[in-house]
C-alpha cells in the first residue's frame, strides 16, 4: 500500500469500512493522504442492504472526495 501511495501519491485514501480505514491509516503512518471510509457492501449488514450504493455515495460527497 506504500509504494501504491508512494506512486500515485493519491490526495484520498478510502477504506470500505472501519477496519480497512483504520488498517490504511496505520500502514500510511507519516504519509500524507486524507483518510476516509465508506459503509461496507456486505449482505450481512442490514445498513447495507438498503441502497448501498447511495448510501456510499453521499459519504464521498461528505467527504469531499467526490464533487457532482
Do not use: Y
Amino acid at each position: 500500500l506504500r509504494a501504491v501511495v508512494r506512486a500515485l501519491d493519491p490526495e484520498w485514501v478510502v477504506g470500505v469500512a472501519g477496519f480497512a480505514e483504520t488498517r490504511a491509516r496505520e500502514a500510511l503512518a507519516g504519509m500524507a493522504p486524507r483518510f476516509g471510509r465508506v459503509l461496507h457492501p456486505s449482505p450481512a449488514s442490514p445498513a447495507a442492504n438498503r441502497g448501498w450504493a447511495l448510501q456510499a455515495e453521499k459519504q464521498l460527497l461528505e467527504l469531499g472526495v467526490w464533487r457532482k
